[in-house]
């Protein structure tokens, strides 16, 4: 990974964080976490990029490519969405789902959104689509890819630091643990995610079937 990270960074630098976070926060499908997270560990691992501006980079292009994502959104509308949105997996069960959560809960979808996968792509045209006031989905947009961009960030090179520093035995069962914790809670997020969006789905499909 570090290889691929190396060549990638060494020819681009900290523009192509920004400008991967920021396509796919417009709605495009690409793995804007895993870099965000793979470029802190690059970060704590060889010095050769400043985390600080990383964190940087990343919360512009989330900010930037969400108010893009918003206004694309807000001009094409739901008729176009869901006519030309298949092509970048925005399916029409995405955006009955994406209709059903921004009347229910509004900024919290724009915020929480970051956090989740199948909302943190498609969150901002959802919300230009469904004409949420714009200040109110800035200040979200805002907190949220603060709050993702950064704490991803910092936690991913936090913990790069720590394991770097521990060497011998220990350092290998340290090792050992954190990435069955990581990977525990990744499945188990993974899971109630699956199910969270089932559930939140058979409700959306309720809520629009007359009577």
């Known amino acids: 990974m570090f290889h691929h990270l190396d060549h990638l960074l060494a020819h681009y630098g900290y523009g192509v964080v920004g400008l991967i976070v ?3 926060s417009m709605g495009a499908p690409l793995p804007g976490e895993s870099l965000l997270i793979g470029t802190a560990l690059y970060c704590a691992a060889t010095h050769r990029l400043e985390i600080g501006w990383v964190v940087a980079v990343a919360v512009a292009g989330a900010i930037m ?3 893009f994502g918003y206004l694309i959104g807000r001009s094409l509308g739901f008729r176009l969405l869901a006519r030309w949105g ?3 997996g925005l399916t029409d069960d995405r955006l ?4 059903y959560l921004f009347r229910r809960h509004g900024g919290k979808v724009v915020f929480f959104g970051r956090f989740i996968a199948v909302l943190r792509t498609f969150a901002a045209l959802l919300a230009g ?3 949420m006031p714009w200040p109110s989905f800035l200040l979200y947009n805002a907190l949220g890819g603060i709050g993702w961009a950064g704490g991803y960030s910092l936690a991913a090179y936090l913990l790069g630091r720590q394991m770097e520093r521990i060497s011998g035995p220990l350092g290998l069962a340290l090792g050992i643990i954190a990435v069955a914790v990581v990977g525990s809670a990744f499945v188990f997020l993974k899971r109630n995610e699956k199910r969270l969006t089932a559930d939140a ?3 959306a499909r309720n809520e629009a079937v007359p009577g």
């Open 22 to 24: 920021m396509l796919e």
């Open 65 to 67: 490519g969400d108010n």
């Open 86 to 88: 298949g092509r970048i």
């Open 96 to 99: 009955t789902l994406g209709r």
């Open 129 to 131: 689509a469904n004409r």
């Open 201 to 203: 789905m058979r409700a």
